[in-house]
């Protein structure tokens, strides 16, 4: 009889449960098997919640703890890996088969000569099947197999109790432990490298970090626990420096989500913006309304909530608001300046009644919608009521009021009465230049007739001789001096000489 699996129960030479066993069967038993969705064997600890792939120590075997291969499993299937040699098989390890399926093994291969010999002898025979013995031709394969399990084998005087199985207590439905990270056994079996830098050594490890998609909310005890098996982990030699590092590749993680959301945010008003572009949106839509219209269109249906629809719209119309008041005031001055070229050429005496009727007929189309009276004799600016009855008619906002008309009829009298101001100043500046240019001509008149004039000279015996003369004529009349003061301040001068 071959003996039981030393890894999950065990004697003493009295028949008693050993307690080192018994302590190890305890620890053992919080260790939960599981199949992940890929087919993966891992393995969950209920009391310190740990989730690994590798096999815990308290579930292996003494001669998988002692061993240097190491189980792993892929899509399902079973392969041990080296960790000396770097070798993997998908053959368990000679070393590794223990008595338990040394057993399963033998059964198996007695079951195989025992099915030929009762095909051999016949029917009646094939019910009495022979003990296998140590002479059993047995496959190459299971040769070591036995060899190792005989010495395991107690003597046949040794009486051996077998444990009685005591019932425990019904487990509790827990809900499957969590699956660890899908590249930890990749992480285990990656080598170190060689960093020459510190700055190469700091980009593997946010490199690492990166791979094992590490969140930007993640904490820095969470990230130990994913990445503390991976060869890069320690490319930094002092925690101090992986804690920075973690923290930058942290706050660069966040700008780079918080740039993707404004981008994201970006795109996301554009596309509303092209939705209302299309609507029939004016200065006094309300956004209920666009709600209504918009509340199919897919531009509308990628909004985040109501209040984001809500923003977005309202950026929407103060834009609206502020180019239509821009596209106003541009329509507004333009016909005021049509207005005012108009108004340049008004007289001095021009009246305000007069210009009224002139600028009605000429800027009839410029002028805001009025509400006619019955006899249609005048016209009523509305300031705060706008009739209008034709679709194409001027806007109430960009059309000119009577009063705007007033304005420009008085920035343009304040222009003429500047400009009459200039003509008159200079017609007084060159009339005061032409009789200053008279007097010094006859000036010298008198210097030209100076022989004839003596110190007892009168005006009757000297007039006769310059009566014809132009620049005396041109004396005549003008302000200032006069042609008979110039020659008497002459004779004044010849007395005190």
Known sequence: MLPQDKSSFALNNNGNADPKTL?????????????????????????????????????????ERASVWKEYSKDGRSYWYNSVTKRSTWTKPDELVGPAETKGILDADYHVSATSSAHAAGPHQAQRPSAPSRDTALSPQLQPAIERSLPNIPPASAPMAVPVPVPGPRPMFRPPPPVPPTKALEAIRKPQREHRTAEEAEAAFLDM?????????????????TVVNDP??????????????????????????????????KQRRE????????????????????????????????????????????????????????????VRDERLKEVADYLKDIGISSRWPEIRTRLTQRFQDFLMPVLQSADNSS?????????????????????????????????AMVDTELRDA???????????????????????????????ITPVST??????VIKGDQRYINMLGQPGSSPLELFWDKVELLNED
């Not at 982990?233 to 959301?261: G, V």
């Not at 200079?426 to 007097?439: I, L, P, S, V």
């Not at 005006?459 to 006769?464: D, K, L, N, Q, T």
């Open 23 to 63: 302590t190890t069967a305890s620890s053992s038993a919080a260790w939960t098997e599981h199949v992940s969705k890929e087919g993966r064997t891992y393995y969950h600890n209920r009391d310190t919640g740990v989730t690994t792939w590798e096999k815990p120590d308290e579930l292996k075997t003494p001669q």
């Open 209 to 225: 970090l990166k791979a094992h998609k590490v969140s930007s909310e993640w904490s820095w005890e969470q990230t130990l626990r």
């Open 232 to 265: 890069d982990y320690r490319a930094l030699r002092t925690a101090h420096e992986r804690k920075d590092a973690f923290y930058k590749y942290i706050d660069r993680l966040r700008e780079q989500e918080r740039e993707q959301r404004r981008q994201q945010l």
């Open 271 to 330: 596309d509303f913006f092209k939705v209302l572009d299309t609507l029939p949106v004016t200065e006094f839509t309300r956004y209920r309304k666009i709600k209504h219209l918009a509340k199919d269109l897919p531009q509308y249906t990628v909004l985040l909530s109501d209040s984001e629809g809500k923003q977005f719209f309202d950026e929407y119309m103060d834009k609206l608001v502020r180019d239509l008041k821009d596209a106003r005031d541009q």
């Open 379 to 411: 016209h009523m600016p509305m300031d705060t009521l706008y009739y209008i009855s034709d679709a194409n008619a001027v806007d109430p906002e960009a059309g000119l009021s009577f009063l705007d008309l007033m304005e420009a009829f008085e920035r």
């Open 422 to 452: 200039d003509a008159r100043k200079k017609d007084k500046d060159a009339m005061f230049r032409r009789e200053r240019q008279n007097r010094d001509k006859f000036c010298e008149l008198l210097e030209e007739h100076q022989s004839l």
């Open 459 to 464: 005006w009757a015996e000297f007039y006769p």
